[in-house]
């Protein structure tokens, strides 16, 4: 749902539609459909009217941007790792590109 501007029946309505949700989505569980719901995204959109209300919501931003640096700083390097203590590698990979696109804009300058 996009909206320009966010009022409280805005919020009342995303709260509806998560509860909504969160109610049917077992359906597919008890059917055997999909044996296990795991849906990182859905669940963190309960926690977007609370945070809307604490922060206030920006113009233009969307889940493709957090997402497309999720897969940039995660996914990607994950794969290249050999999945034997990953997180240590990814870390250490993410601090590398990090110094050298700080190299770079030095070098560029």
């Not at 501007?5 to 999909?34: G, K, M, N, Q, R």
């Not at 590698?89 to 590109?97: E, F, G, P, Y």
Request: with cysteine; net charge negative.
């Amino acid at each position: 749902m996009w909206r320009n501007t966010i009022l409280e029946d805005s919020l009342d309505e995303i709260h509806c539609l998560l509860d909504h949700f969160h109610t049917y989505h077992e359906v597919f569980c008890a059917t055997v459909i999909v044996l296990t719901f795991s849906l990182p995204c859905q669940h963190s959109m309960k926690h977007y009217p609370s945070l809307i209300c604490h922060f206030g919501a920006r113009n233009g931003l969307c889940l493709s941007i957090t997402e497309l640096k999720h897969v940039e700083t995660v996914k990607v390097l994950y794969h290249c790792s050999n999945h034997h203590n990953a997180l240590g590698k990814m870390l250490l990979s993410n601090q590398c590109l990090n110094t050298l696109a700080t190299c770079c804009i030095n070098f560029c300058e």
